[in-house]
């Protein structure tokens, strides 16, 4: 049935773990994520290559988002630019809610739920956002999503769903 | 001198024409806490032929044979085939398939003088910025037992490998990539 979903209440933080692939025209990019968010001023998102080694760090604090690549540092005022930057042009921001099987906030969507509830599908920003799996059936977070706008494709497996430590 | 440590290296190396062993990788940050440990497999036959396959907790395998060169995440389903390249390859495994010549153009070569008793210890570093700013290799009585590697994340990977054959026969269908339905269907498990 079509309807709204669930517009996000988010003040608890959360914490994700696993993998990521992003394919686009020319670059195809597969590895480990690992994702811890606070709230949206305090975050830290952690991609790493396929077999563990190498990667890269995006944390966000107030007013500032720092990507960590190699030696080299960069700023930027938000993570989904240092992320483009880092060679995964990926939506940060709405990923923030859809990753919860929510959608984002403050923008005009189409969204189906199945009758326990679950976002099975999405569409905002332009992207189209399905929800293969979840946890179980009754719980609202999610496992395995794949998003396609144009020519991108982002698919995403979390694995493990740990609660934030926020200092 | 260094240039001898470059020559030892490729002498141990060229005595391993063959490897074949599994694997125990520890990921640990900086500070030293564990990030990810991960297990499986690898095949290498010099040059340029090799196989390294994780199985846990993710599932990829990547093989290259000096022409093609195969990226598989089994999690994702996505396979990624291209013209061998040994930047892509982001395995390590590639020294071993490397050229003497390869080798002391891309590292500079020394040996690591306080390693433990009965093991050679070389350290390499990447005259090139890539995936890792220090590699290590040990070996004892001539056998590959350990690589050890810093990583653009300054994280510190640890690779032991375990029940290692050396200069053994490799099936050669070891280096190439089966998209048969059963094999991705295997891979898959």
């Known amino acids: 049935c079509a309807i709204n979903p669930p517009i996000p209440t988010e003040n608890e933080g959360w914490h994700l773990r696993g993998r990521i692939g992003y394919w686009d025209t020319n670059t195809k990019e597969s590895g480990s994520i690992d994702w811890q968010y606070c709230d949206p001023e305090n975050t830290v998102l952690k991609l790493q290559g396929p077999l563990g080694i190498g990667g890269l760090k995006i944390i966000t604090q107030p007013g500032l988002a720092t990507l960590e690549l190699g030696e080299q540092q960069y700023r930027a005022e938000s993570a989904e630019e240092l992320a483009a930057r880092a060679g995964w042009p990926l939506p940060v921001e709405a990923l923030q809610y859809w990753v919860r099987g929510r959608a984002a906030p403050h923008s005009p969507l189409k969204g189906q739920m199945n009758p326990s509830g679950q976002l099975i599908e999405l569409e905002q920003y332009g992207w189209h956002i399905q929800y293969l799996s979840y946890d179980d059936s009754s719980s609202p977070l999610p496992q395995k999503i794949e998003a396609t706008q144009g020519s991108q494709r982002l698919k995403l497996i979390i694995r493990d769903w740990l609660t934030a430590d926020c200092q | ?26 990921v640990s940050s900086e500070e030293g806490d564990v990030l990810q440990q991960s297990q499986g497999a690898i095949a290498l036959s010099r040059p340029n032929h090799f196989r390294w396959e994780s199985t846990e907790p993710f599932h990829y395998l990547v093989i290259g044979n000096g022409k093609t060169l195969w990226r598989y995440d089994a999690d994702l389903e996505q396979l990624d085939v291209e013209p061998f390249d040994a930047q892509l390859a982001d395995t390590p495994a590639l020294i071993f398939s490397a050229s003497p010549e390869a080798l002391t153009a891309a590292y500079q070569i020394s040996k690591n003088e306080k390693a433990a008793a009965g093991v050679d210890e070389f350290i390499l570093l990447p005259n090139a910025s890539g995936l890792f700013s220090e590699l290590r290799l040990q070996f004892k009585n001539g056998g590959l037992v350990e690589m050890q590697l810093v990583d653009n994340l300054q994280q510190h990977s640890r690779i032991l490998f375990k029940k290692a054959k050396y200069n053994i026969k490799l099936n050669e269908s070891l280096f190439r990539f089966d998209d048969s339905p059963e094999a991705l269907e295997r891979l898959s498990q």
């Open chain 2, 1 to 26: 001198a260094s240039n001898n440590a470059a020559e030892q290296l490729q002498m141990l190396l060229a005595k391993n024409q063959t490897i074949q062993a599994s694997f125990e990788q520890t």
